[in-house]
C-alpha cells in the first residue's frame, strides 16, 4: 500500500556556515490514506516547517521525503494536496465563490464545471448563501471555512492544515473542529494538522505527533483511540481526558 | 432599498464636496483681496506689493477669462480652454506611455533583482535631472527623427510620469503576505498566473496612487516641453506670452493659470472615478 507521507530520516538546515541553525531532524514518519495526523509542540519545535517540506514549499536537507510514492515537488505539480492556513489568505479582492474558484482558474477547469464545484464546496461548508460577499463582509470563522472550501475544490488527495483555528475565539474554534472532521468523514481525505492545542489534537486526530525542539523532532506518538464518530459527548468522556493528560505529560517531558 | 440608500448618501456626498469646493473659493478670495486692502491701506510691499500691477483683483483675474484675448478674437477663456485640450492630448499620450513603461520596469525589476540592481540607480537619476535641461533634447532628437512634434511633447511629459508608477507598481506586486505567495505556489501556478492572478490586483490600490500623481506631472510635462520647442497651440506657449506681458496685463497669467490647474484637476479626477470603477472603497489608500 503507497503512503500519502512517507518521511525517512528528513533533516533540514536553514542557512549555511557558523550561522546554521537545525531545524528538523531525524523524521521518520508513515501517514496512510485517510489518517488524520496533528504535529503539535511549542514554537520553534519545527511543525510548520515539517509541514511546509511536505508542501515542496521548503527542501529538505536530508532524508528521503516522498508524497503518493512521488517526491514532493512531483505531488505539488500534480495538485495533490490542498493548503490552509493561520490567517485565512484570501484574495480581498474577489468574492467568496471567485476565491473558491481560484485554483480551479490556474488549473484550467473549464468556466461551467468551475462555478459548479464552487457551488458544491460552498454548500459543503454551508456558506452557499455567502457566495457573493466580499471576504471582509464575513467573520473569522466564516473565512476560515472558505479557505478549507478552497483547498479542497480540486479534490486533492491530502490537506495541510498550519494552525488553521489558532486565530478564532475558543466557541468558533470548537464548531471548526467539528466541520472538519464532518468534511473529513464525508470526503475521506488524509490530514496533516499542525496545532499548538492539545484538546484540538486529540479531538481530531487518528495520531498525534509530540514534537520537540532544538533541533526539530518527533518525540513521541500517541495513537488517539477514541470511536470514530466524535461529538460533544466525546469531549465529555473519561478517555479523552486521559489523552489530553498523555499529551501534555509527552510535551513536558520534551521540554525537560 | 439599500440601493436607493446608497443613491442618497453618494448625492449628498457630492452636495457636500460641492459646498466645501465653495468654500474654498470664497475663503480664498477673501484672503486675497483682505491682503490687498490691509496691505494697501498701511502702504506696506512686502512680501507682494498690493497694487493691481503684481496682484490684479479677483474680480480683474475672473473678468479677463471673459475679455477678448487679442482683439476681435474670441474670448480668453475659450482660448485657453482650446489650448488646454491641446495640452491635455498630449499630456494623456505622455501619461499612457510613461504608466506602460512604469509599470513594465515595475514588474521587471521585482522579479529579477539583477536587473532592479542594474537599472534601479539610473531610473533615480533621471528623475534629479531637471526636465528642463531634457526637454531641448527630446526636441531637436525628435524633429530629426521626424517624429511629430506633439509626440515628442508627450516623450517629455512619460518622462516626468513613469518615475511614481515604477516605486509604486514594485511596493504593490511585493504587498501580497507571504502566505498568499506560498497558496499560489501550492497550486503549481505559473509566473503569469502569480503576476496577474495575485500580484496584480494587490498592487491596483498602489498603482492607482501612483498614476494620480503622474496625471498631474505629465500636465506639467507637456506644458514644460511646449516651450523649447516654440510650439503653439498648447498651453506651454500662452504661459510663457503671457508672463512676458505680465507687468502690463498681469491678469491674463493668473487667469491662464487657473485654466492650467483645471486641465490638471479634470486629468486627476479622471483617474479617481477609474479608481472607484475598478478599486473597491476597503482597498482605496487614501489621497
Known sequence: MTMVVDARGVGKVFGGGAEAVQALTGIDLEMETGDFISLIGPSGCGKSTLLRLVADLLEPTSGELLINAKSPSRARLDRDYGMVFQSATLLDWRTVRKNVELPLEIMDVPTEERSKRATEMLDLVQLDQFADHYPWQLSGGMQQRVAIARALAFQPSLLLMDEPFGALDEMTRELMQQEVLRLWGETGISVVFVTHSIPEAVFLSTRVLVMTPRPGTINTEIVIDLPAERDLSTRESPRYFELITEVREALRRGES | MSESAGKTSSSSKVVRGGFSILAVIVAFVILWEGYKFIWTALEWTEPVNPSNRTLPHTWT???????????????????????????????????????????????????????????????????????????????????????????????????????????????????????????????????????????????????????????????????????????????????????????????????????????????????????????????????
Open chain 2, 61 to 287: 483675474i475672473v473678468g479677463a477669462l471673459f475679455q477678448p484675448a487679442q482683439r476681435n478674437g474670441p474670448i480668453l477663456l475659450f482660448v485657453e480652454l482650446k489650448a488646454a485640450i491641446f495640452t491635455l492630448r498630449e499630456a494623456l499620450v505622455g501619461f499612457l506611455i510613461g504608466g506602460s513603461i512604469g509599470f513594465w520596469l515595475g514588474v521587471l525589476f521585482v522579479r529579477s533583482q539583477t536587473a532592479e540592481r542594474a537599472f534601479m540607480p539610473y531610473v533615480v537619476a533621471s528623475q534629479t535631472v531637471p526636465i528642463l535641461a531634457i526637454a531641448p533634447m527630446v526636441v531637436v532628437w525628435g524633429g530629426k527623427l521626424d517624429i511629430p512634434q506633439w509626440l515628442t511633447v508627450s516623450v517629455i511629459a512619460a518622462y516626468l510620469t513613469f518615475f511614481p508608477v515604477v516605486i509604486n507598481t514594485m511596493r504593490g506586486l511585493r504587498s501580497p503576505q507571504p502566505t498568499a505567495v506560498e497558496l499560489m505556489r501550492s497550486y503549481a501556478s505559473a509566473p503569469r498566473e502569480v503576476l496577474w492572478k495575485l500580484q496584480v490586483p494587490a498592487a491596483m490600490p498602489y498603482i492607482f496612487t501612483a498614476l494620480k500623481v503622474s496625471a498631474a506631472a505629465s500636465v506639467i510635462g507637456a506644458i514644460v516641453g511646449e516651450l523649447p520647442a516654440g510650439f503653439r497651440g498648447g498651453l506651454g506657449r500662452d504661459l510663457l506670452q503671457f508672463s512676458q506681458q505680465f507687468t502690463a496685463a498681469p491678469q491674463k497669467l493668473f487667469a491662464s493659470v487657473i485654466v492650467a490647474g483645471l486641465a490638471g484637476m479634470v486629468f486627476v479626477g479622471a483617474i479617481t472615478l477609474a479608481e472607484h470603477r475598478f478599486v473597491a472603497a476597503t482597498r482605496r489608500q487614501s489621497t
